[in-house]
Structures are given as structure tokens and as C-alpha cells.
């Protein structure tokens, strides 16, 4: 079964710092992930996703992530942290079965932003 | 504002009781998907309907229950509650249910019990 790691729950990066989220995948097939945000008390909002075109992929908000088959991995990256950032933050992979798409998330990371 | 919308924000219940919470999807999405996001299982992929069919589960109780109407707003039902439902729920939609897309999602029904 499709699955995705976030490494670490918690993150604290300080302001104009770079900000970089981890993400393992296990597939046995070409995945596809996504990240989103979820402020505090919100829903969750997609930032970006890869479906297998360009392997570096650009979101909102400067977030970008790329998708190393190598390393099985989609690392969220921002250059330069804004206090707005602070939320927590989901890998997800779409898993499949039967014609149906659900998608798999990790377990989220929060992502504090020290001023 | 994802456009898809859910109702009630917070709803707050005692054990044994049943409740139902609401979606309605974007405008022009046929797939509605369910999820809970709870502090020990984080979020879980709960069903899915596809214009009106059900089209998958996922880690669903048997004493809930979900559908999806005409109109293609969707109503999951929890019954016999207990203190471990308590937990946020999520509705998100997409155009066709299909692997690509993306799934855009409500603010959550925030469910406590008591």
C-alpha cells in the first residue's frame, strides 16, 4: 500500500529563515503527492502537487517541493519563512484500488515560525 | 473559501446519540470524500461517492453511514456515538474522482462528545 513519512512533528525555523518539511513516499508505482496547510481552526488548503510532469513543482505562497525517485522523497522547501507560515503542513499520496482515488496523508508537521 | 462548505462548524453530543453532518461540494465537482482527523489517528480517509454512487471506504464504522443526494450534497451519519468520535470531519470534493485531481476541502465539523 501507497504511504507517505513525515519526518519530525514539530519545526522551528525563525523568521527569513529557510523552511524545509520532509517527505518520504513508499510506492511501488509512480505516485502522486501532494502537500497541503492547515492553519489553526481551518480546513486544509492544497499548496502543490506532483503528477508526474515536472519534477520540480511550485505551489503558493513560495512554497515549492521536488520529487526525487532516488531518494523516494518530496521535500517541501520555502527560502525565506513569514510569520504566516506558522501552521501545520500534510504529505499525501494518492492510493488507488478499484477505481477509486483516496488520498494518505503523514502524520502533518508543525511548523513554528520564531520572529 | 475552497467552495465546498459543511455544516454545522461545531457540534457538541452525548454518548449514544446520533448525529448528521453536511457537505455540499464545489459547484460542478461529482465526488464527495469524507475524512476524520483525530490527535491519535490523525486524518483518515472515511468514504467516497461518485454522483450519487458509492465509490469507496476507508476506515469507516459500521455505525456510520454516508450518502450523497441528487443535488450532490452528501450527509454522513454517526450513530451510537462514543467519546472516541469526537474528532474533526472533513469533507472535500473533486471534479471527477479521478487519481490527478485535487481535492478541495471544507472548514471541518468539529465533533465533541460528552
Known amino acids: 500500500a501507497q504511504s507517505v513519512t513525515q519526518l519530525g512533528s514539530h519545526v522551528s525555523v525563525s523568521e527569513g529563515a529557510l523552511v524545509l518539511l520532509r517527505c518520504n513516499y513508499s510506492?511501488?508505482?509512480?505516485?502522486?503527492l501532494f502537500w497541503y496547510v492547515q492553519y489553526p481552526n481551518q480546513g486544509l488548503q492544497l499548496l502543490l502537487k506532483y503528477t508526474s510532469a515536472a519534477t520540480l513543482v511550485k505551489g503558493i505562497n513560495g512554497f515549492e517541493a521536488e520529487f526525487k525517485k532516488s531518494e523516494t522523497s518530496f521535500h517541501l522547501t520555502k527560502p525565506s519563512a513569514h510569520m504566516s507560515d506558522a501552521a501545520e503542513y500534510f504529505c499525501?499520496?494518492?492510493?488507488?484500488?478499484?477505481?477509486?482515488?483516496?488520498?494518505?496523508f503523514g502524520k502533518g508537521t508543525k511548523l513554528s515560525v520564531i520572529p | 473559501d475552497s467552495g465546498v462548505t459543511q455544516t454545522p462548524k461545531h457540534l457538541i453530543t452525548a454518548t449514544g446519540q446520533r448525529v448528521t453532518l453536511r457537505c455540499s461540494p464545489r459547484s460542478g465537482d461529482l465526488s464527495v470524500y469524507w475524512y476524520q482527523q483525530s490527535l491519535d489517528q490523525g486524518l483518515q480517509f472515511l468514504i467516497q461517492y461518485y454522483n450519487g454512487e458509492e465509490r469507496a471506504k476507508g476506515n469507516i464504522l459500521e455505525r456510520f453511514s454516508a450518502q450523497q443526494f441528487p443535488d450532490l450534497h452528501s450527509e454522513l451519519n454517526l450513530s451510537s456515538l462514543e467519546l472516541g468520535d469526537s474528532a474533526l470531519y472533513f469533507c472535500?470534493?473533486?471534479?471527477?474522482?479521478?487519481?490527478?485531481?485535487?481535492?478541495?476541502f471544507g472548514p471541518g465539523t468539529r465533533l465533541l462528545v460528552l
Open positions: 472535500a470534493s473533486s471534479v471527477g474522482g479521478r487519481d490527478k485531481e485535487t481535492q478541495y
Open positions: 499525501a499520496v494518492i492510493t488507488s484500488g478499484a477505481g477509486s482515488y483516496q488520498l494518505t
Open positions: 510506492s511501488s508505482v509512480p505516485p502522486y
